[in-house]
C-alpha cells in the first residue's frame, strides 16, 4: 500500500504565502514524477507544478514566478512554497506521483487534497 498525505493548507490573505508539504509512504521503491495539481468546483484538475526524477522542474502558465516546486528524495517528500497568493489560486491542491512498489510496476497516486484559501 502506498500513501500521499498532504499538509500546509489554510486560509490566508492576498498576497500572502504558504508552503504545502507532501510525504509517500508505504511501498515506495522508487518515484518517478511527483506533481501538484488544483481544482475547483466544477473545474477540471489542472497541473499548478511538476518535478521529474532527474530534476527537472515546470509550471503551470498561472503560478509561474510566484510558485516554487522543491522534492526531497530521501525523505520521498514533494514541496511547493506559494508567494503572492491570489483569490484565484484558492483550490484544493493534490499531490500525484508515479510511484514503484519493491515487486511492482509504477501506478499513479494521489492524495487526499489539501485546501488553500485566499481570501481577506
Known amino acids: 500500500q502506498v500513501q500521499l498525505v498532504e499538509s500546509g493548507g489554510g486560509l490566508v490573505q492576498p498576497g500572502g504565502s504558504l508552503r504545502l508539504s507532501c510525504a509517500a509512504s508505504?511501498?515506495?521503491?522508487?518515484?518517478?514524477?511527483m506533481d501538484w495539481y488544483r481544482q475547483t468546483p466544477g473545474k477540471q484538475r489542472e497541473l499548478v507544478a511538476g518535478?521529474?526524477?532527474?530534476?527537472?522542474?515546470n509550471y503551470g502558465d498561472s503560478v509561474n514566478g510566484r510558485f516554487t516546486v522543491s522534492r526531497d528524495h530521501a525523505k520521498k517528500s514533494l514541496y511547493l512554497q506559494m508567494n503572492s497568493l491570489k483569490p484565484e489560486d484558492t483550490a484544493v491542491y493534490y499531490c500525484?506521483?508515479?510511484?514503484?512498489?519493491?515487486?511492482?510496476?509504477?501506478?499513479?497516486?494521489w492524495g487526499q487534497g489539501t485546501q488553500v484559501t485566499v481570501s481577506s
Open positions: 518535478t521529474s526524477r532527474g530534476g527537472s522542474t
Open positions: 508505504g511501498d515506495v521503491f522508487s518515484i518517478n514524477a
Open positions: 500525484h506521483a508515479e510511484i514503484r512498489g519493491v515487486a511492482t510496476m509504477y501506478s499513479d497516486y
